[in-house]
Nanobody, 121 residues
């Protein structure tokens, strides 16, 4: 059974930083692309970033380019999202997902339970 477990969320002031982690079990993610999405209250789940299996290709939503960095450590079966210069509009539940680099959530096959990120102004 595949499990993705996010951690690292929390409350931070605007301009601050957080690093999210997504640890996988039940699947060796080194062969899979991975993505991060987020969902704010009352809004649809939106793409944040994705990375291919080797880590050589990364995509970002325009809203986070230059501030967020996705990376992976296949030896640790873990994917990361470094978030810098956080803004109140980044407040959301952040989810990691496996199996694609698509912007479309349904293209991913497994999802974590999410971790809350709250950015105060």
């Amino acid at each position: 059974q595949v499990q993705l477990v996010e951690s690292g969320g929390g409350l931070v002031q605007a301009g601050g930083s957080l690093r999210l982690s997504c640890a996988a079990s039940g699947r060796t993610i080194s062969s899979y692309a991975m993505g991060w999405f987020r969902q704010a209250p009352g809004k649809e789940r939106e793409f944040v970033a994705s990375i291919n299996w080797a880590g050589g290709s990364r995509n970002y939503a325009d809203s986070v380019k230059g501030r967020f960095t996705i990376s992976r450590d296949n030896a640790k079966n873990t994917v990361y999202l470094q978030m810098n210069n956080l803004k109140p509009e980044d407040t959301a539940v952040y989810y990691c997902a496996s199996g694609s680099t698509s912007l479309i959530p349904k293209r991913y096959d497994y999802w974590g339970q999410g971790t809350q990120v709250t950015v105060s102004s």
